[in-house]
């Protein structure tokens, strides 16, 4: 399996604080996406990224902001956490015309 | 801007019974396409399919691509109570110049009753 991990795995914040959460790949993949999934929706494309310092938003963009300084890690930073970012969050990495590989998954409640 | 279009959205079947999940997209450059199979965690790649591998078959799992009506089709036989799941499709084409990016459908949920 390709080496991407998602940290936190499980996280409970207070609305109105910030959160980030961390996604770290080892495979040295140029592209790399967080989505969220929430019943009824699947897999809700937030921000990817197609390099270093090169992003781009994706459909549900709003609320969130990334960064990626180094190939391995893309971090998902919620700028003010509300009850409806309460989800389950992936991040995904691919080196180009390849399958893409998902880390395990965050859930993150906002209370 | 890219799209991929799953159906249908749900299925409920009965192990033994033989399913067709379809994919159709319309994306700018196209170079494949890929099907994953999530159940309670990550998806997990099944194939992938592109100009020059138009079908793929991994045991009682099989796919199509027909690049002609931008769509694809996964087969499963003889399904199990182990094939529930929910079955995503991606897309992959150029963005912005020299890129690529996946583009996800919504999936199918698809249960089997035993």
């Known amino acids: 399996d390709a080496g991407i991990t998602q940290s936190p795995r499980h996280k409970v914040t207070e609305t109105g604080t910030p959160v980030t959460l961390r996604c770290h790949q080892t495979?040295?993949?140029?592209?790399m996406y967080w989505y969220r999934q929430d019943p009824g929706h699947g897999l809700r494309l937030i921000h990817y990224?197609?390099?270093?310092?090169?992003?781009d938003k994706g459909e549900v963009s709003d609320g969130y902001s990334v960064s990626r300084s180094k190939t391995e890690d893309f971090l998902l930073t919620l700028e003010s956490a509300t009850s409806s970012q309460t989800s389950v969050y992936f991040c995904?990495?691919?080196?180009?015309?390849?399958?893409?590989?998902f880390g395990q998954g965050t859930r993150l409640t906002v209370v | 801007e890219d799209k991929v279009v799953q159906s249908p959205l749900s299925l409920v079947v009965h192990e033994g019974d033989t399913v067709t999940l379809n994919c159709s997209y319309e994306v700018t450059n196209f170079r494949s396409l890929l099907w994953y199979k999530q159940e309670k965690k990550a998806p997990t790649f099944l194939f992938m399919l592109?100009?020059?591998?138009i079908e793929k078959k991994s045991g009682r799992l099989s796919s199509i691509l027909d690049k002609k009506e931008l769509s694809s089709i996964l087969n499963i036989t003889a399904t199990q109570t182990g094939d529930s799941a929910i079955y995503l499709c991606?897309?992959?084409?150029?963005?912005?110049?020299?890129?690529?990016?996946?583009?996800f459908g919504k999936g199918t949920l698809l249960t089997v009753n035993p």
């Open positions: 592109t100009s020059s591998g």
């Open positions: 990224s197609y390099g270093v310092k090169d992003t």
């Open positions: 495979e040295n993949h140029r592209y």
């Open positions: 991606a897309v992959g084409g150029r963005w912005g110049g020299s890129n690529y990016k996946l583009t």
């Open positions: 995904a990495s691919h080196g180009g015309v390849t399958e893409a590989f």
